[in-house]
C-alpha cells in the first residue's frame, strides 16, 4: 500500500457527564462530521465521527460504560470498555475546569491505571475560570494520572481546539484511510462483533489455538422489520489442524463459539442476532490483511 505518510488512528474522548465531550466533538468535526445516527442502546461502541483531511484520519470512537460511574456496570461493560480503551490509539480524558476534580473522573482514573497508550488531559470549559486556577489543577491530575500532553480547550468557544487536533495529529501512526472523507461506511458494531467471536474461540480452546487467528464480518444486516441482525463471520486460522480444533466434534465447538458470541452480540447491539460462522485456513491472512487494524489486529 502507497502510505506517502498519511496518518490515522482511533481517539476515544472519555470524561465524567457534562465536561464538555459532545460539544468537543462537534466542534472538531464541525461541518466534516458523518455522525452516525444516535441509536437507542447506549450500551454499544459506536463511531461518533470521523474528522479528515489530507493529512490525517481521526476516528472517534465512544466508550460505553466509562461515561457513567452511577449506573450499574456489568462485567461486560467493564470490560467492553476497558478493551476500548486498551484498541484505540489515543485517549481524550475531559475534564471540567470550572467543577474540577470529582467522583466521576475518580472512576476513569482507575480505569486508565494501566492503560499503555497516550492520554492526553484536556481541561475543557477554561472559558470560565481565571487563568491562575489552571496551574494547580493540571498539577492536581498529573498527580493522579500519567498523561502525555495537558491541553486547555473551550469547546464552546472553540479555543485552542486547533492545538488539540494538531496534537493528536502529532501522535498517530502512519495509516490508512479508513473511510472516505463525507461518510461513514461501516460501523464499528463489527469490529466488536468480530471481537467477541474471538474472544469465544480463545475462551473455549485455551492455547490450542494462538491469538494469531482472526475473524472477519463478512455480512451484517439489519432487518428493520423484524430488529434481527444476520451476521455471516469468517474464523480465519493458520493451519488445517486449527481448523479442526475450532470446528470441534462435529461442529461442537464451533457451535458453541457461535451460541455465546450470539449472546454477546445480541447484548451489544440490543437485537436478536442470526449468526453464522465459516472457519477458513489462509496461511498468510497477516499480510493480506495487514491494514486492516479495524479487525483488532494491532502486529
Ligand atoms: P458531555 O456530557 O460531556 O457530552 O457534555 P456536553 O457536550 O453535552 O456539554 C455539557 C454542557 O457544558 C453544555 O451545556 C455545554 O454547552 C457546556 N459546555 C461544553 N463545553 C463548554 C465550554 O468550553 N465552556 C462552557 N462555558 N461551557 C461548555
Ligand atoms: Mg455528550
Ligand atoms: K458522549
Known amino acids: 500500500m502507497n502510505n506517502t505518510g498519511y496518518k490515522s488512528g482511533f481517539v476515544s474522548i472519555i470524561g465524567r457527564p457534562n465536561v464538555?465531550?459532545?460539544?468537543?466533538?462537534?466542534?472538531?468535526?464541525?461541518?466534516?462530521?458523518a455522525i452516525m445516527s444516535d441509536k437507542p442502546q447506549t450500551t454499544r461502541n459506536k463511531i461518533q465521527g470521523v474528522y479528515t483531511t489530507d493529512q490525517a484520519q481521526v476516528i472517534f470512537i465512544d466508550t460505553p460504560g466509562i461515561h457513567k460511574?452511577?449506573?450499574?456496570?456489568?462485567?461486560?461493560m467493564t470490560k467492553i470498555a476497558q478493551q476500548t480503551l486498551r484498541e484505540v490509539d489515543l485517549i481524550l480524558f475531559v475534564i471540567n475546569a470550572e467543577e474540577g476534580y470529582g467522583r466521576g473522573d475518580q472512576f476513569i482514573i482507575d480505569k486508565l491505571q494501566d492503560i499503555k497508550q497516550p492520554i492526553f488531559l484536556v481541561i475543557n470549559k477554561i472559558d470560565t475560570i481565571h487563568p491562575d486556577q489552571l496551574l494547580p489543577l493540571i498539577d492536581f491530575y498529573r498527580?493522579?494520572?500519567?498523561?502525555?500532553?495537558?491541553?486547555?480547550?473551550?469547546?464552546?468557544?472553540?479555543?485552542n481546539v486547533n492545538t488539540l487536533m494538531n496534537q493528536i495529529t502529532e501522535y498517530l501512526e502512519e495509516g490508512p484511510q479508513y473511510y472516505p472523507e463525507d461518510q461513514i461506511t461501516d460501523h464499528p458494531e463489527r469490529f466488536i462483533a468480530g471481537e467477541l467471536i474471538r474472544e469465544k474461540v480463545l475462551h473455549l480452546t485455551r492455547e490450542e489455538i494462538p491469538h494469531?487467528?482472526?475473524?472477519?464480518?463478512?455480512?451484517?444486516?439489519?432487518?428493520?422489520?423484524?430488529?434481527?441482525v444476520f451476521i455471516n463471520a469468517t474464523i480465519i486460522v493458520e493451519r488445517k489442524s486449527q481448523k479442526g480444533i475450532i470446528i470441534g466434534k462435529q461442529g461442537s465447538m464451533l457451535k458453541e463459539v457461535g451460541k455465546r458470541a450470539r449472546t454477546d452480540i445480541e447484548n451489544l447491539l440490543g437485537s436478536k442476532v442470526f449468526l453464522e460462522l465459516f472457519v477458513k485456513v489462509q496461511n498468510d491472512w497477516r499480510n493480506k490483511l495487514s491494514n486492516l487494524k479495524e479487525f483488532g489486529f494491532n502486529e
Open 20 to 33: 464538555g465531550k459532545s460539544t468537543l466533538l462537534n466542534h472538531i468535526i464541525g461541518q466534516k462530521i
Open 69 to 76: 460511574p452511577k449506573h450499574r456496570l456489568g462485567d461486560f
Open 143 to 159: 498527580g493522579k494520572v500519567d498523561v502525555q500532553e495537558v491541553i486547555p480547550i473551550s469547546a464552546l468557544q472553540g479555543n
Open 212 to 228: 494469531s487467528i482472526a475473524v472477519v464480518i463478512e455480512q451484517m444486516q439489519r432487518r428493520e422489520d423484524r430488529d434481527v
